[in-house]
């Protein structure tokens, strides 16, 4: 009985826990006898490499009043080297993405959240980040589907994974579902790797599937260097509380904004996009007397002649709306033109077409020009006031779902106004040198039977965030940009007034913001501008007398009118060699009157010798050269052969091995290849531009196409956006 009984515990007298790893923790708030202590121990992530100690550093680990201690009882002593720590294979549920690379910077290095895929333990230890871009790799050379140098063994995946992918390749059929092998981070084995990729197993530990900025539902690969370059402007908890509290579309955050005033004839919409959006082109558009003629025969054929109650503006040429310097006053946005806003309501005629049955023109003031009903020239078949009825096309176009025109039978029971009632009275507003403005303005022309060449539409102006065919709803826009609810009558249908207010102030927005205000780039800073906004405290590590992280850009050509412009510095080279050795100097210092003798703190490079030797170098295209100027690069390999692809990459691989071995300790090292072979997808995007140029600019007949676009080019454009979209890349701190 006396062994059952519980024993007191002395007030003073701590109480250890013990846990199976061989370590406790001791039960804050109890005192205990300071231990003698052992001296600190090294860091196990590379035995060559001896890590520096920061002096007062706290060796202790202190967590919620916790203290780490032995299994004697004893605290232990450790270090704060940085080192990567992976996350579970279950807690990872999809490819990482170049943002995910450019959060790990920024977390080391500024004041990035602390990445979901990847630990950092002691990441405020981290001095410096380098970020090395080769284009090139791929998945294929490490599993043996590129074949470089025939390895034994391929690269080690996970046994379900491979089994289940075999049977598939076997049997023919393509695998259309996400397997974890697309994403998981696979371990690299020298003795597994072929000779040109052997030496990057003793510099990092794993091989992480990237996935490249896109789109597959619409076939398309955004900008890498953009995604890694630009992050999204922080928002401070303030601004985070304020947000949870508004449904819908957060306001626009102006407070990193500079205005950049530009006046509106800046924003009309070109031919090119007119055509895009299915604009029936004034003849303005067109030079020469053949073009006129094919364009007229086209309307003829669709019923949009004045045959059939079709007017064009009162304009000879495009020259006509240019308005000379003298006539234009000092600070003037409109820029001597006549602005004018306009708006429709439709409804369903017996001929299942929309017909025009209110109009609603404001100025550029805001004054209502014109608000006037619309007696359609055939029998309404429906009124488009129902719930689930859509009033316009703009609606379908822009996928905001349901909208009400608000006309009723007794509403137009005694009007009498016709079409072209409308149509004589806007010719005489509208002159050579008016600009209407509208969203989605197109169906609204469409219901006038009108055309005009200088159009700014709002839908285009404030681009959707994925691009086109996808546009952002007025109202939407409203809510966001003008903070302003309309659209909200219910059954009693919309205010086309409203509607045309609502454009012309978002024009005025844009023309006080600058020409990007309202797109992706409103919302997102230079990652350059962002560390160097790096406060003091987070800087106290830096050489620059804690006035924020300093920051180079090492790559082709010249980059100061483009990203670089943001950097600290920026060094333009010729060749590999001459990267390498940009990043050994901004790394270890030595950039005479640029950065000090330290070095910078984060340093982006690429290296570009095999990209250019497999083909994978684009003329101007967005996805590799788009913010190189005056280059054209071919988008066949120089040499496809076997051995002449081991030479490059041997060469490739042993540049990074280099910048490796040079780099000072803590220093993060992220190496990535920004997308997949773009080549096919190159291919088929010129295919597709070419038939749309033929087939919609042109009207060539479908016999006289010298491209046919059918269904299977466009699966094939989905398969070849897909692949381009498989990057890869590697992690690890020196």
Same mark, same amino acid.
């Given at each position: 009985?006396?062994?059952?009984? *519980?024993?007191?515990?002395?007030?003073?007298?701590?109480?250890? $826990?013990?846990?199976?790893?061989?370590?406790?923790?001791?039960?804050?708030?109890?005192?205990?006898?300071?231990?003698?202590? *052992?001296?600190?121990?090294?860091?196990?992530?590379?035995?060559?490499?001896?890590?520096?100690?920061?002096?007062?550093?706290?060796?202790?680990?202190?967590?919620?009043?916790?203290?780490?201690?032995?299994?004697?009882?004893?605290?232990?002593?450790?270090?704060?080297?940085?080192?990567? !720590?992976?996350?579970?294979?279950?807690?990872?549920?999809?490819?990482?993405?170049?943002?995910?690379? %450019?959060?790990?910077?920024?977390?080391?290095?500024?004041?990035?959240?602390?990445?979901?895929?990847?630990?950092?333990?002691?990441?405020?230890?981290?001095?410096?980040? @380098? $970020?090395?871009?080769?284009?090139?790799?791929?998945?294929?050379?490490?599993?043996?589907?590129?074949?470089?140098?025939?390895?034994?063994?391929?690269?080690?995946?996970?046994?379900?994974?491979?089994?289940?992918?075999?049977? %598939?390749?076997?049997?023919? @059929?393509?695998?259309?579902?996400?397997?974890?092998?697309?994403?998981?981070?696979?371990?690299?084995?020298?003795?597994?790797?072929?000779?040109?990729?052997?030496?990057?197993?003793?510099?990092?530990?794993?091989?992480?599937?990237?996935?490249?900025? +896109?789109?597959?539902?619409?076939?398309?690969?955004?900008?890498?260097?953009?995604?890694?370059?630009?992050?999204?402007?922080?928002?401070?908890?303030?601004?985070?509380?304020?947000?949870?509290?508004?449904?819908?579309?957060?306001?626009?955050?102006?407070?990193?904004?500079?205005?950049?005033?530009?006046?509106?004839?800046?924003?009309?919409?070109?031919?090119?996009?007119?055509?895009?959006?299915?604009?029936?082109?004034?003849?303005?558009?067109?030079?020469?007397?053949?073009?006129?003629?094919?364009?007229?025969?086209?309307?003829?054929?669709?019923?949009?002649?004045?045959?059939?109650?079709?007017?064009?503006?009162?304009?000879?040429?495009?020259?006509?709306?240019?308005?000379?310097?003298?006539?234009?006053?000092?600070?003037?946005?409109?820029?001597?033109?006549?602005?004018?806003?306009?708006?429709?309501?439709?409804?369903?005629?017996?001929?299942?077409?929309?017909?025009?049955?209110? $109009?609603?023109?404001?100025?550029?003031?805001?004054?209502?020009?014109?608000?006037?009903?619309?007696?359609?020239?055939?029998?309404?078949?429906?009124?488009?006031?129902?719930?689930?009825?859509?009033?316009?096309? *703009?609606?379908?176009?822009?996928?905001?779902?349901?909208?009400?025109?608000?006309?009723?039978?007794?509403?137009?029971?005694?009007?009498?106004?016709?079409?072209?009632?409308? %149509?004589?009275?806007?010719?005489?507003?509208? =002159?050579?040198?008016?600009?209407?403005?509208?969203?989605?303005?197109?169906?609204? &022309?469409?219901?006038?039977?009108?055309?005009?060449?200088?159009?700014?539409?709002?839908?285009?102006?404030?681009?959707?965030?994925?691009?086109?065919?996808?546009?952002?709803?007025?109202?939407?826009?409203? %809510?966001?940009?003008?903070?302003?609810?309309?659209?909200?009558?219910?059954?009693?249908?919309?205010?086309?007034?409203?509607?045309?207010?609502?454009?012309?102030?978002?024009?005025?927005?844009?023309?006080?913001?600058?020409?990007?205000?309202?797109?992706?780039?409103?919302?997102?800073?230079?990652?350059?501008?962002?560390?160097?906004?790096?406060?003091?405290?987070?800087?106290?590590?830096?050489?620059?007398?804690?006035?924020?992280?300093?920051?180079?850009?090492?790559?082709?050509?010249?980059?100061?009118?483009?990203?670089?412009?943001?950097?600290?510095?920026? $060094? +333009?080279?010729?060749?590999?060699?001459?990267?390498?050795?940009?990043?050994?100097?901004?790394?270890?210092?030595?950039?005479?009157?640029?950065?000090?003798?330290?070095?910078?703190?984060?340093?982006?490079?690429?290296?570009?010798?095999?990209?250019?030797?497999?083909?994978?170098?684009?003329?101007?295209?967005?996805?590799?050269?788009?913010?190189?100027? +005056?280059?054209?690069?071919?988008?066949?390999?120089?040499?496809?052969?076997?051995?002449? &692809?081991?030479?490059?990459?041997?060469?490739?691989?042993?540049?990074?091995?280099?910048?490796?071995?040079?780099?000072?300790?803590?220093?993060?090292?992220?190496?990535?290849?920004?997308?997949?072979?773009?080549?096919?997808?190159?291919?088929?995007?010129?295919?597709?531009?070419?038939?749309?140029?033929?087939?919609?600019?042109?009207?060539?007949?479908?016999?006289?196409? =010298?491209?046919?676009?059918?269904?299977?080019?466009?699966? !094939?454009?989905?398969?070849?956006?897909?692949?381009?979209?498989?990057?890869?890349?590697?992690?690890?701190?020196?």
């Amino acid at each position: 009985m006396a062994r059952n009984k *519980k024993r007191k515990r002395s007030p003073d007298r701590e109480r250890v $826990i013990q846990f199976g790893s061989g370590l406790s923790f001791v039960e804050p708030g109890r005192s205990r006898q300071k231990p003698e202590q *052992k001296p600190a121990q090294k860091p196990a992530q590379k035995p060559t490499q001896k890590p520096e100690q920061k002096p007062g550093n706290g060796d202790q680990i202190e967590a919620d009043g916790w203290t780490l201690v032995d299994k004697n009882g004893k605290k232990r002593k450790t270090d704060n080297y940085p080192t990567l !720590a992976y996350a579970e294979l279950h807690t990872i549920r999809s490819a990482i993405g170049i943002c995910d690379l %450019q959060n790990l910077a920024l977390y080391c290095l500024a004041d990035g959240i602390s990445p979901q895929w990847i630990s950092v333990r002691h990441h405020f230890a981290v001095r410096k980040a @380098v $970020i090395l871009c080769v284009p090139g790799l791929e998945r294929g050379m490490f599993d043996g589907s590129i074949v470089l140098d025939p390895p034994d063994n391929k690269l080690e995946v996970h046994s379900y994974v491979a089994s289940r992918t075999a049977d %598939q390749s076997n049997s023919g @059929v393509e695998r259309t579902f996400l397997s974890p092998d697309d994403y998981l981070p696979v371990r690299l084995a020298s003795d597994k790797l072929c000779a040109p990729l052997k030496p990057l197993a003793d510099i990092f530990d794993r091989l992480w599937p990237i996935k490249a900025p +896109g789109d597959d539902r619409f076939s398309k690969l955004y900008s890498p260097l953009y995604a890694m370059l630009y992050s999204p402007v922080p928002k401070s908890q303030e601004e985070k509380r304020a947000g949870k509290n508004i449904k819908g579309p957060k306001p626009s955050d102006s407070s990193h904004w500079k205005n950049k005033r530009t006046q509106v004839h800046k924003y009309i919409a070109s031919r090119k996009d007119l055509v895009a959006n299915k604009y029936k082109l004034h003849p303005a558009w067109f030079d020469s007397e053949e073009e006129k003629e094919i364009e007229s025969r086209r309307r003829g054929e669709n019923k949009q002649t004045e045959e059939y109650g079709w007017v064009d503006t009162e304009i000879k040429k495009l020259e006509d709306g240019v308005v000379p310097e003298s006539e234009i006053e000092e600070g003037s946005v409109t820029a001597g033109h006549t602005v004018l806003a306009v708006d429709c309501e439709m409804c369903m005629d017996e001929g299942h077409e929309l017909a025009l049955t209110r $109009i609603s023109v404001v100025n550029w003031d805001g004054d209502v020009v014109m608000d006037e009903l619309v007696k359609p020239e055939k029998p309404i078949a429906d009124y488009l006031t129902q719930l689930a009825c859509v009033t316009s096309l *703009k609606d379908a176009d822009a996928k905001i779902g349901p909208r009400y025109s608000g006309i009723t039978q007794e509403k137009l029971e005694h009007i009498n106004t016709s079409v072209s009632d409308i %149509q004589g009275r806007l010719l005489e507003l509208i =002159s050579p040198r008016t600009i209407l403005i509208g969203h989605s303005l197109n169906s609204d &022309l469409d219901a006038l039977k009108m055309t005009h060449p200088f159009i700014i539409d709002t839908s285009l102006v404030y681009p959707h965030h994925r691009g086109p065919p996808l546009k952002n709803s007025l109202r939407w826009l409203a %809510q966001k940009y003008l903070n302003r609810e309309i659209q909200k009558g219910g059954a009693l249908g919309h205010n086309s007034v409203e509607d045309s207010l609502a454009c012309m102030d978002l024009v005025k927005l844009k023309c006080e913001r600058g020409s990007k205000w309202g797109t992706s780039e409103a919302s997102s800073e230079s990652i350059f501008d962002r560390l160097s906004r790096t406060s003091q405290k987070e800087a106290r590590d830096t050489d620059n007398g804690g006035l924020g992280k300093t920051s180079t850009i090492i790559d082709y050509g010249a980059h100061e009118k483009a990203f670089a412009q943001k950097a600290s510095t920026c $060094i +333009g080279c010729n060749s590999d060699s001459e990267v390498v050795d940009g990043v050994k100097r901004a790394a270890l210092g030595g950039i005479v009157d640029l950065v000090s003798l330290g070095g910078v703190d984060f340093t982006w490079a690429r290296l570009r010798e095999l990209e250019a030797h497999r083909g994978w170098m684009g003329d101007d295209r967005s996805i590799v050269t788009k913010f190189l100027d +005056g280059q054209t690069f071919s988008t066949k390999a120089v040499d496809p052969s076997v051995e002449s &692809l081991s030479t490059i990459v041997t060469s490739t691989v042993s540049k990074i091995s280099e910048i490796h071995s040079n780099l000072p300790p803590r220093t993060l090292f992220i190496v990535y290849t920004g997308n997949g072979d773009p080549r096919d997808l190159i291919r088929l995007q010129e295919m597709k531009n070419t038939f749309r140029r033929e087939y919609e600019e042109q009207h060539i007949g479908w016999e006289n196409l =010298s491209v046919k676009w059918t269904d299977q080019e466009e699966q !094939a454009l989905a398969k070849a956006c897909k692949k381009a979209r498989q990057g890869i890349g590697f992690v690890t701190i020196t």
